[in-house]
């Protein structure tokens, strides 16, 4: 694919990007990794652990400081580069928490990264200082549970919970419609300029694009409740009917974020089921 690999591409003052090499049908063109900061910086989302992204960033970094890497959340397109950059140029590893694989088994799926630990987990609110500069995290459950978003300078960097080019996956056990809508609307209270998301062109309209979301999944979760209205429906049923001409790839997401909704509508008493087939309430 055409795009700016292991290149780093400035994107305002103080804000700077470098694109992983993994694309795929859920990454876009890949992983963006964003530097941060001038004289010192910071480094959100390292990304996936690709020796020759590991490269791109270290020479980016050029020998200044750096201050923190982030992860926005631990998915293996996010944070599996952050120990060995962290190796690489002596900076602590800080932002979400690791998830608690051990006490939430079926939390962990072969999506995430069982080897991430922070040296320092940032709460709701909690803040860091970057090149004299204030960096906010904004806790967003819902694409999975531990996902933070950080602000910086009227930018917030949106990880996966808010993407430039698709709609956010949301596949329970570990990701969560209702939290992913709370989180949503967070957003929608706050007034940043601009998002930069981990995959996809930056957000320049948040607060239209972020209703947009809401009004997306409100309507999909109108659609869902229809559908199980009519008849008793299993999952594959739900997502021929509602999602027409989806990519074969999206199949199994989409059927993931199905079973989100249905287990939200659940929890809210609008549905209920019998084994695999799903019927109104
Ligand atoms: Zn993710």
Redesign the pocket.
């Known amino acids: 694919m055409d795009a700016p690999y292991a290149k780093l591409e400035a994107i305002e003052p103080g804000i700077a990007r470098v694109l992983a090499h993994n694309p795929s049908a859920f990454t876009y063109y890949g992983t963006q990794t964003y530097l941060v900061g001038e004289q010192e910086v910071a480094v959100v989302d390292p990304g996936p652990g690709l020796p020759e992204h590991l490269d791109a960033l270290e020479q980016a970094i050029g020998g200044r400081t750096v201050a923190a890497i982030l992860c926005t959340?631990t998915?293996r397109?996010?944070s599996p580069a952050a120990r060995p950059l962290a190796e690489r140029v002596g900076a602590p590893i800080v932002g979400c928490a690791a998830l608690a694989l051990e006490t939430v088994g079926p939390r962990a799926d072969a999506?995430f990264d069982g080897d991430y630990l922070p040296d320092r987990v940032l709460e709701d609110g909690e803040a860091l200082e970057i090149d004299g500069k204030t960096m906010t995290a904004v806790a967003t459950p819902g694409?999975?549970s531990n996902h933070l978003c950080f602000a910086y300078q009227g930018a917030l960097f949106s990880?996966?919970h808010v993407m430039g080019c698709s709609t956010t996956?949301v596949v329970p056990p570990d990701g969560d419609m209702a939290a992913y809508m709370a989180s949503l609307d967070k957003l929608r209270q706050r007034e940043d300029r601009v998002y930069y998301p981990?995959h996809g062109p930056a957000v320049t309209n948040p607060a239209q694009y972020v209703r947009h979301l809401m009004g997306h999944r409100m309507q999909r979760e109108k659609q869902i409740l229809k559908l199980v209205g009519e008849q008793p429906r299993g999952i594959p049923d739900i997502v021929a009917n509602a999602y027409p001409g989806l990519d074969p790839r999206l199949i199994t997401a989409a059927g993931g974020s199905v079973l989100a909704h249905l287990l939200d509508l659940e929890r809210r008493g609008l549905v209920v089921h019998d084994g695999e087939r799903w019927t109104a309430a």
């Open positions: 959340h998915h397109d996010h999506a694409h999975t990880g996966d996956v981990a």
